[in-house]
């Protein structure tokens, strides 16, 4: 167990030092002049060389990655003329635009994306697990097909029109909910729960719809293998052999896409933010990609892929969990 843990931490940390050097590449050896988008347009040619010299962009590309990385774990200084800017460790830089550090920019979108993350994950979940092991149990019958027709509806509903619609029927023709707005949890729970609910819904539509398909296809698989034959002849009634053996054992394909969606939402709902007009972290990175603010982009990339690694990293010990036939090895 603890060497299987290692191991994943350190494949996880080097998967992380990947990317890192990738969007670091990508972004800042590009083409394109950093300093240049970080002046602005009115700038003239030596005024950019000198915010180049200050950003050091004159040292090569490995002496930049070396101070980038050495920011993200010791902190870093930028100089801006007669002054030295210290941006403590994690530091990922400033906004070329508000020019406040990218950091604080992150954890103040934070809990906006992971409120919309977490209610929505609730959601889809209870929706889609039971709406799988449902049309299972039903096969072929009328319930079974009408879940189905509305797993197909919800896969082929565009999230900004589902949002669109949404919003106009619920908060402006019916107004049974204000307009999303958000609130935090910590001020007012109840206020915190109505403004969300719709991008809850939103995300969740979609989503269920795909869970309860992988849901339904893996439970039918295991209910024909021969240890479910095994346990309903030695008498075990229906709900636990549904329950302990069918659904323990097609629950592990679900693990690993729970794992992918959670780390993929964590790094910003970026439609969803940007329909409800929510200040989360995909409504930041929308703003900051039109204004091309390249450290925002960049800040919110490694951190859309740390939720990533990390989530997989959960995933992996879970395994063990939801089926005994898995060893840490």
């Known amino acids: 167990m603890l ?5 994943r931490l350190l494949g ?38 000198v915010i180049a010299q ?23 200084d930028f100089s801006s003329g007669p002054t030295v800017d210290h941006c403590p460790a994690p530091c990922l830089g400033f ?3 508000t020019d406040e550090p990218v950091v604080s920019l992150l954890l103040d979108r934070l809990p906006v994306t992971l409120s919309i993350t977490i209610g929505s994950l609730v959601l889809w ?3 889609g697990v039971g709406g799988g092991v449902l049309s299972a149990l039903r096969r072929g019958r009328a319930l079974d097909r009408a879940i189905m027709g509305a797993t197909l509806a919800g896969m082929a509903t565009p999230v900004f029109l589902l949002g669109l619609l949404l919003m ?14 958000y609130v935090p949890f910590t001020t007012d729970p109840a206020l915190w729960f109505s403004n969300l609910l719709l991008p809850w819904v939103t995300i969740a539509v979609s989503q269920a719809a795909v869970y309860t398909r992988i849901t339904r296809t893996a439970i039918l698989e295991t209910l024909a293998e021969d ?17 302990r053996h069918g659904l323990r054992s097609a629950l592990t394909p679900l693990v690993t896409l729970v794992a992918l969606d959670l780390g993929g939402l964590l790094g910003g709902a970026v439609i969803t933010e940007k329909v409800y007009g929510l200040p989360g972290l995909g409504h930041l990175l929308i703003s900051s990609v039109a204004e091309i603010d390249l450290p925002v982009v960049v800040g919110v ?9 990390v989530a997989n990293l959960v995933a992996d010990l879970l395994y063990a969990l939801v089926d005994r036939r898995v060893t840490f090895t």
């Not at 004159?58 to 902190?75: C, K, M, S, T, W």
């Not at 106009?168 to 707005?181: D, E, I, N, R």
């Open 54 to 76: 200050q950003m050091g962009l004159d040292r090569p590309a490995y002496v930049q990655y070396g101070e980038f990385l050495g920011g993200i774990f010791v902190g870093r």
């Open 227 to 243: 240890h479910i034959r095994t346990a309903r002849a030695c008498g075990l009634s229906e709900a636990r052999v549904i329950g």
């Open 12 to 49: 996880a940390v080097v998967v992380l030092f990947v990317l890192s050097a990738v969007v670091f590449g990508l972004f800042f050896l590009s083409p394109g002049d950093p300093a240049q988008l970080a002046c602005g347009k009115g700038c003239r040619p030596e005024q950019v060389a």
């Open 168 to 181: 106009m029927l619920v908060c402006a023709y019916l107004q049974w909910l204000p307009f999303p707005t």
């Open 125 to 127: 979940l209870a929706v």
């Open 301 to 309: 990339t490694l951190l859309a892929g740390f939720f990533i690694v």
């Open 3 to 7: 060497g299987f843990l290692l191991r």
């Open 95 to 97: 906004s070329f635009q």
